[in-house]
């Protein structure tokens, strides 16, 4: 499902407008993000939890020519589904 579609969906569920169901969508992917840079963690209960992690440096291998190199530490988001998705889905 790609965005156009997903925003069909949410407009189609909860009887909004296509605009106001990609406002909202829009809105909470921003605030969703907002809130992953200042290192808070998001849940929504039932769905699943989004956070940061630290990833640490490492040494990994360039695959075309065996060679070492190094891989910066970095930050990656997670999520955790929820109970409730895990169920729905299996």
Do not use: C, H, Y
């Amino acid at each position: 499902m790609n965005k156009a579609q997903l925003i069909d969906a949410i407009a189609g569920e909860s009887g909004l407008t296509k605009a106001d169901a990609k406002k909202a969508l829009d809105a909470f992917v921003k605030v969703t993000g907002d809130a992953l840079k200042g290192g808070d963690r998001v849940a929504l209960v039932g769905f699943g939890s989004f956070g940061v992690s630290e990833r640490s440096a490492r040494t990994g291998r360039n695959p075309q020519t065996g060679r070492e190199i190094e891989i910066p530490a970095k930050k990656v988001i997670k999520f955790k589904a929820g109970s409730e998705l895990t169920e729905s889905v299996n």
